[in-house]
């Protein structure tokens, strides 16, 4: 059974930097394509950033140039570095993956997911 894990949220202030961490378990991500997401109250899931199996990165317009998204597949791990955080950053963060190697912006695409962790930045 895969599963993933994510860790790293909490809370910020504005302008601030978090790092998370999401490991999966139950399977190799070493040719998945992975992702994280964003879903804040009343809204829906947004896309974040996305990693292909050969390192090929994408962002959502809103974090370009602030997020920075990696994998360690010796680890079975993908990472979200956030710097300079914003208000409109806050909500609930999500990793997830394909059965294939390509990320991809449509959360559909994607067949396993985390539980999620709260990220919150303060004014």
């Known amino acids: 059974q895969v599963q993933l894990v994510e860790s790293g949220g909490g809370l910020v202030q504005a302008g601030g930097s978090l790092r998370l961490s999401c490991v999966a378990s139950g399977r190799s991500l070493s040719r998945s394509g992975m992702g994280w997401f964003r879903q804040a109250p009343g809204e829906e899931r947004e896309f974040v950033a996305g990693i292909s199996s050969d390192g090929g990165t994408y962002y959502g317009d809103s974090v370009k140039g602030r997020f920075t998204i990696s994998r360690d597949d010796a680890k079975n791990a993908v990472y979200l570095q956030m710097n300079v955080l914003k208000p409109e950053d806050t909500g609930v963060y999500y990793c997830?993956?394909?059965?294939?190697?390509?990320?991809?912006?449509?959360?559909?695409?994607?067949?396993?997911w985390g539980q999620g962790t709260q990220v919150t930045v303060s004014s």
């Open positions: 997830a993956i394909r059965n294939i190697v390509y990320a991809s912006g449509n959360p559909y695409d994607y067949t396993y």
